[in-house]
């Protein structure tokens, strides 16, 4: 469900074109799947945080993939409550990825 993100991510590199066109898909569907409105707003928020804070800055090899990780694990957990889960579970999902989202813009 959300994991194309990630599969999409990896096959273009991981780099910050590749978090823009993330962004960008995340919105695309919103219209399409409302029903998911919240958990795609909140993947495109996360793809744009990184695009806002590496486009024309050095990015190290490090930094790039702790943030891939960090991206990984609030996909993750949406697509895991997404597929499947109750609605309490889903509502769990958005709001754990919410904070940790609302956290990675206090570092920035």
Do not use: W
Request: aromatic share 8%.
């Amino acid at each position: 469900m959300f994991d194309t993100f990630l599969k999409d991510l990896n096959e273009q590199g991981g780099s910050v074109r590749a978090y823009e066109g993330c962004a960008r898909a995340a919105r695309a569907r919103i219209a399409g799947e409302p029903q998911n409105a919240a958990a795609l707003l909140l993947i495109a928020y996360a793809a744009q945080r990184f695009v806002e804070a590496y486009d024309d800055q050095p990015l190290s090899i490090k930094a790039a993939g702790e943030e891939l990780e960090v991206f990984s694990d609030m996909v993750n957990t949406l697509d895991r409550a997404h597929k499947g889960g109750s609605p309490q579970e889903k509502l769990d999902a958005l709001n754990a990825v919410a904070a940790k989202l609302a956290a990675q813009f206090a570092k920035s």
